[in-house]
């Protein structure tokens, strides 16, 4: 079982629903799912629950799994419309970062892996701000390497309508990742003024 491939893997659990064929193909990606998750979730206990749903999901979903795609491109699709249709609410939006993390500003910051922190979450801060749409699209092309063709078949899409939005997305993310730099460097100077005028 070990040699197999996903997609023999797949036809032979629906031939014979022997639950190790299932079994075999958890193993295989259930940690891949698992990040995927929690990248969407910054929660290791949704990120289980989402999961757990996921694969509870792909069980009976499998039926419907024609190898149009590479059976982990179909999961992943799987993945991502599960997760942005369960943060896509408006309670469900990740705020962890604007409460953690920049709660404070130090007034020089000389370990570069402090600045790589920063940048860091300047950029997840710029992804937050779009939709989950918007960035299960950025994630598929740029995280999990998953080609163009891909992305559109999984969209409905074709493929120059999928490297447009990518395009505008580039932009639309380097556009609020600036205005977050913006934002930190004028916090800067107003802390820097306070503390050198307290009176004014």
Known sequence: MKNLSDEELVRLYIDTQRNAYFERLYERYCDKVYRKCLSFTKDPVR?????????????????????????????????????????RSPQSRREVYMEEGWDRFEDEVDDMAEIAEMEAKRLQLAMDRLSPEEQAMLLMKYQDDISIREI????????????MRL????EKLRRYYLEGAIFWLLLAIKVSFTLRCPFR
């Open 47 to 87: 990120a289980e629950d989402f999961t757990h749903d996921i694969f509870l999901k792909l069980i009976v979903k499998l039926g419907g799994f024609r190898e149009q795609a590479k059976f982990s491109t179909w999961l992943y699709s799987i993945t991502y419309n599960y997760c942005t249709d369960q943060v």
């Open 167 to 170: 395009k505008r997305l580039r």
């Open 152 to 163: 559109a078949a999984m969209n409905g899409l074709t493929e120059s309508a999928v490297k």
